[in-house]
């Protein structure tokens, strides 16, 4: 690189230092009114709302698809539920269950309601929409002495015992959460302006359950 070729670097180098000089006097020059100083002030204390209840009151749609669940080896017991004789049969042994493409749909919306205790509103939230779907069970025997017997007869009743294993699953699964939505409904009680304060809104906001 020669001397010309430096020199026109230093050249371009100094012309942006200038205009970048410029810049800023031009920017500083900007007369600030009380007015503007109100608006800016009002808009560095107040963020953009994400939880609008007024709109949509949902703070949760939990959406999972293509769920597996597998227990390789468990343990039962078959038996009558009210024993005839001594030699009435009784199955025992291990077994196998897989689950395939399992989906969860949950939607929880905060609403208000008035408390019994301190008579004041306190935000709540309630499981509005839930389903659970189940398209493919997998459910084998084994170490029963009759674990031909036994899955054999789930080839004729697979139908009826998935739809129980789908019932019941589903039955867990809700009863998970509307357990986590009562504990989570005691802090929100004890501890509403807290929530208030996380969801960036105000008791007049919620709708009445």
Same mark, same amino acid.
């Given at each position: 690189?020669?001397?010309?070729?430096?020199?026109?670097?230093?050249?371009?180098?100094?012309?942006?230092?200038?205009?970048?000089?410029?810049?800023?006097?031009?920017?500083?020059?900007?007369?600030?009114?009380?007015?503007?100083?109100?608006?800016?002030?009002?808009?560095?204390?107040?963020?953009?709302? +994400?939880?609008?209840?007024?709109?949509?009151?949902?703070? +949760?749609?939990?959406?999972?698809?293509?769920?597996?669940?597998?227990?390789?080896?468990?343990?039962?017991?078959?038996?009558?539920?009210?024993?005839?004789?001594?030699?009435?049969?009784?199955?025992?042994?291990?077994?196998?269950?897989?689950?395939?493409?399992?989906?969860?749909?949950?939607?929880?919306?905060?609403?208000?309601?008035?408390?019994?205790?301190?008579?004041?509103?306190?935000?709540?939230?309630?499981?509005?929409?839930?389903d659970f779907e189940l398209e493919s069970i997998d459910l084998s025997f084994q170490e029963t002495g009759f674990?031909?017997?036994?899955?054999?007869?789930?080839?004729?009743?697979?139908?009826?015992?998935?739809?129980?294993?789908?019932?019941?699953?589903?039955?867990?699964?809700?009863?998970?959460?509307?357990?986590?939505l009562d504990n989570l409904n005691e802090v929100a009680r004890n501890n509403a302006d807290v929530i208030l304060k996380l969801l960036g809104?105000?008791?007049?906001? +919620?709708? +009445?359950?």
């Amino acid at each position: 690189m020669d001397d010309d070729e430096l020199m026109e670097i230093a050249i371009r180098d100094v012309s942006y230092q200038i205009r970048l000089h410029n810049d800023e006097k031009h920017h500083n020059s900007i007369p600030t009114t009380p007015l503007r100083k109100a608006k800016i002030s009002e808009e560095s204390r107040s963020p953009r709302r +994400l939880f609008n209840p007024r709109k949509d009151p949902t703070v +949760l749609c939990l959406k999972l698809t293509g769920l597996t669940c597998r227990l390789d080896t468990f343990s039962f017991r078959v038996e009558p539920k009210e024993p005839i004789s001594q030699y009435d049969p009784v199955f025992e042994g291990t077994g196998s269950l897989a689950i395939e493409d399992a989906s969860i749909n949950v939607t929880i919306e905060c609403l208000k309601k008035k408390d019994m205790v301190t008579k004041s509103l306190v935000p709540i939230f309630v499981l509005k929409e839930y389903d659970f779907e189940l398209e493919s069970i997998d459910l084998s025997f084994q170490e029963t002495g009759f674990d031909w017997v036994l899955n054999y007869a789930i080839v004729g009743f697979r139908e009826i015992i998935s739809d129980l294993v789908a019932q019941n699953m589903k039955e867990g699964v809700r009863y998970q959460i509307c357990n986590s939505l009562d504990n989570l409904n005691e802090v929100a009680r004890n501890n509403a302006d807290v929530i208030l304060k996380l969801l960036g809104i105000h008791i007049e906001d +919620l709708e +009445l359950q």
